[in-house]
């Protein structure tokens, strides 16, 4: 079983900036790809950024020059900076990774999702 414990979200004014991180552990062969999605309240949970193995980055359109996503493979872990934020991007965010455990099943796990607020 792949666990995926995020940690960083909290309480912002509109224009600041918060951290996120996502640390997977488990019997993890090898991470694909680790993203983050958000839910707000009464919406559908959507993609905010994601990254694969290689580096390679894709965001929604609303999130791009404003959040970046890395990654550190050693620790199997995600981040990701949101700058300028916004009172839209009030949610609750979920770390999302997916790969191949010790056993070579593949796995698709999700973290148990950290609020962010922005509000003045």
């Known amino acids: 079983q792949v666990q995926l414990v995020e940690s960083g979200g909290g309480l912002v004014q509109p224009g600041g900036s918060l951290r996120l991180s996502c640390a997977a552990s488990?019997?993890?062969?090898?991470?694909?790809?680790m993203g983050w999605y958000r839910q707000a309240p009464g919406k559908q949970r959507e993609l905010v950024a994601n990254?694969?193995?290689?580096?390679?980055?894709n965001y929604a359109d609303s999130m791009k020059g404003r959040f970046t996503i890395s990654r550190d493979n050693a620790k199997n872990t995600v981040y990701l900076q949101m700058n300028s934020l916004k009172t839209e991007d009030t949610a609750v965010y979920y770390c999302?990774?997916?790969?191949?455990?010790?056993?070579?099943?593949?796995?698709?796990?999700w973290g148990q999702g950290t609020q962010v607020t922005v509000s003045v």
């Open positions: 999302h990774a997916k790969g191949i455990i010790q056993t070579w099943r593949r796995f698709a796990s």
């Open positions: 488990g019997p993890i062969f090898s991470i694909s790809t």
């Open positions: 990254i694969t193995g290689g580096d390679v980055t």
